[in-house]
DNA sequence: GTATGATTAAATCGAACGTATGAAAGAAGG
DNA sequence: CCTTCTTTCATACGTTCGATTTAATCATAC
């Protein structure tokens, strides 16, 4: 509240607005008007809406892919061959963390990073950078030592099966609010749930061929 | 081939763009160019751009509903008390079959899936029929049945894990063509992966409150 | 005080969008 | 041949978009 900086009041107008209605269904308008700021602050400031847009990728993504490193770092500093549900914790764990943290209980940030993960937009490609991959493919190193017997393809699969059901998790939450999901409980109840199923379904036998 | 349609010349021009472009993504001057038709063509046979793609959407999830049902009775008939295998292949079974019948191998029909599920647009709210709800009550109640200690709530979400799974496979394919991932095992491979991940899964222990 | 560099304000550009309109073309029956 | 209904066509309208430009404002250091 101390400094109304332009150029972050830009960064949450638009990680607000893109979250809600995507990259094509936000305009720029939108976001100087929410952001109290000037149509043209967002080409002095970023360059272009894309710039903008990845500029808010960057900052919601980072610090998850920075806790997903240190959970996997600290795991592996205890002990050489952690379980299938500390590593499953340490990947999925920050995905719920860092989506509850500053935001309104953390559904706007789930979604943002649900659109930027399935945006259509061409512009959308790019938005994950190269630490993206980084860390997917520490984890995977270490669950292919957890899980021998598992082809890189299936267990491949399998960490995007953890990706599609925390990141999918509160899509449909938002947009039919089914009755008997509260929200308030929901955020650490879905959390503790998506652990018990992703770490039965990261445990399951090859599939024999 | 016989009749060059204009109707379903527009319905499938617009179905490959949608899947690949999103709501917003795709102008009506790109579909109508994309069907050979005019301009004007999507206003005099649909009403609107909106209504479209709802038939668009109905097209695509309406089969897949439909094979879902009849899984679930076909399963059923045979015996009270099927096993969680052949409920969650009953369930996700159509929706890997139906994506890969009638387009290139499906990868197309699943990102249909993907942006009906997820598109930001206001407009895509209420794609998905009632059918929809019905068909995920009968299996909730199926599984509830061989599932029993389980919460409804706990439930519905790890259902919802099922189509995240199914729906979201095939995306992070398209948007970056891992090299390890070749398409064409990946479509039989992957249908099997995705049972043993989910049945697994499904079969988890209720998360202890 | 004023020169300077950074930021914001207002106005506007060309392009693309969804939609509407009215004329032209075709098919079917009398 | 003429009428009637359906379908296609070319075109234009009004709006909104992202981007740009030019002028005004501000802080700060000389």
């Known amino acids: 509240m101390a400094t109304p900086d332009t150029r972050t009041q830009l960064l949450d107008a638009a990680?607000?607005?893109?979250?809600?209605?995507?990259?094509?269904?936000?305009s720029v308008r939108a976001i100087t008007k929410?952001?109290?700021a000037n149509l043209a602050a967002v080409g002095y400031h970023f360059g272009s809406k894309a710039e903008l847009m990845a500029a808010v990728a960057r900052r919601v993504i980072e610090p998850i892919?920075?806790?997903?490193?240190a959970g996997l770092?600290?795991?592996?500093a205890r002990t050489p061959d952690p379980?299938?549900?500390?590593?499953?914790?340490?990947?999925a764990g920050p995905l719920f963390d860092e989506m509850s943290a500053g935001d309104e209980g953390g559904s706007r940030t789930s979604r943002l990073i649900v659109t930027i993960l399935s945006d259509?937009?061409?512009e959308a490609r790019g938005w994950t950078g190269p630490g993206e991959d980084t860390v997917r493919e520490r984890y995977l190193a270490a669950f292919a030592r957890v899980l021998p017997g598992l082809s890189p393809e299936e267990l491949r699969f399998r960490i995007r099966g953890i990706l599609a059901v925390t990141a999918?998790?509160?899509?449909e939450v938002h947009q039919q609010p089914s009755p008997g999901c509260t929200s308030?409980?929901?955020?650490?109840?879905?959390?503790r749930w998506a652990i018990t199923f992703l770490t039965a379904a990261m445990s399951a036998p090859p599939t024999r061929t």
Chains 1, 2 share one sequence.
């Open 168 to 171: 999918v998790d509160r899509l």
């Open 120 to 122: 259509p937009a061409e």
């Open 15 to 26: 990680e607000h607005l893109f979250a809600e209605h995507g990259y094509r269904g936000t």
């Open 34 to 36: 929410l952001a109290g």
């Open 83 to 91: 379980s299938v549900s500390e590593l499953v914790e340490a990947f």
């Open 65 to 69: 892919n920075a806790a997903q490193c």
């Open 73 to 76: 770092d600290k795991l592996l």
């Open 184 to 191: 308030p409980v929901a955020g650490e109840a879905a959390r």
